[in-house]
């Protein structure tokens, strides 16, 4: 789940600045790929999550501002 706030300041009629701020993985979940799953049938750990965590699989938070003119 990506969330994200802005809220946009007015200086006059021509000029504002926005701030923004970005979370991608907002509840900080585990997102593995199908292509990690170990799908061997002979394999001791056979749907194991293994070779490695592929991909994003962490909190992201970014901040930004935007001045407009």
Avoid at 16 to 25: C, D, G, I, K, Y
């Amino acid at each position: 789940m990506d969330f994200s706030v802005s809220k946009s300041i007015r200086f006059h009629e021509s000029r504002s600045l926005q701030f923004r701020v970005e979370t991608f993985n907002l509840f900080n979940h585990f997102n593995p790929t199908p292509a990690s799953v170990d799908r061997n049938l002979t394999s001791a750990t056979y749907g194991m999550i293994g070779g490695g965590v592929q991909g994003l699989t962490t909190r992201v938070i970014q901040v930004g501002a935007k001045f407009y003119f």
